[in-house]
C-alpha cells in the first residue's frame, strides 16, 4: 500500500513562513498529480494547490495565490508546499494527496491516496 508522510507543520506567528513535506512510499507516484488539502475548525476539507507529474502546471486555491508555493521532487518522491505570509485563517490540518488526474484534485476534491496530516497553527 502506498503511504503518503506529512511534516513541517507547527505553530509560526501571522507573517511567518513554512514549509510542509510530503514523503510518498513508492516510486509510481511520479506518474501522479499530487495536491495538498486543508481542513480547518469546523470547517469541510478544501483544496489548496495542485501540481502535475511534471512540476510544469499547477493551481491554486484563490486565497493562497502569491502566499504558497506547491512543487515536487520525482527524484526523491516528495512533493513540497512553501507558505509565505501566513494568515490565522490558514490554520488547520494540511493534507497531501495523490490522484492521476489533476482535475480530480482540483476540482472534485478526491484522491487515490491521502497522508494522514499535518497540523498548521498560525497565531495573531
Known amino acids: 500500500q502506498v503511504q503518503l508522510v506529512e511534516s513541517g507543520g507547527g505553530l509560526v506567528q501571522a507573517g511567518g513562513s513554512l514549509r510542509l513535506s510530503c514523503a510518498a512510499s513508492?516510486?509510481?507516484?511520479?506518474?501522479?498529480?499530487m495536491g495538498w488539502f486543508r481542513q480547518g475548525p469546523g470547517k469541510e476539507r478544501e483544496f489548496v494547490a495542485a501540481?502535475?507529474?511534471?512540476?510544469?502546471?499547477?493551481y491554486y486555491t484563490e486565497s493562497v495565490k502569491g502566499r504558497f508555493t506547491i512543487s515536487r521532487d520525482n527524484a526523491k518522491n516528495t512533493v513540497s508546499l512553501q507558505m509565505n505570509g501566513l494568515k490565522p485563517e490558514d490554520t488547520a490540518v494540511y493534507y497531501c494527496?495523490?490522484?492521476?488526474?489533476?482535475?480530480?484534485?482540483?476540482?472534485?476534491?478526491?484522491?487515490?491516496?491521502w497522508g494522514q496530516g499535518t497540523q498548521l497553527t498560525v497565531s495573531s
Open positions: 513508492e516510486r509510481t507516484l511520479r506518474n501522479y498529480a
Open positions: 494527496a495523490a490522484h492521476r488526474d489533476i482535475l480530480a484534485l482540483k476540482d472534485r476534491n478526491v484522491a487515490s491516496r
Open positions: 501540481i502535475n507529474w511534471s512540476g510544469g502546471l499547477t
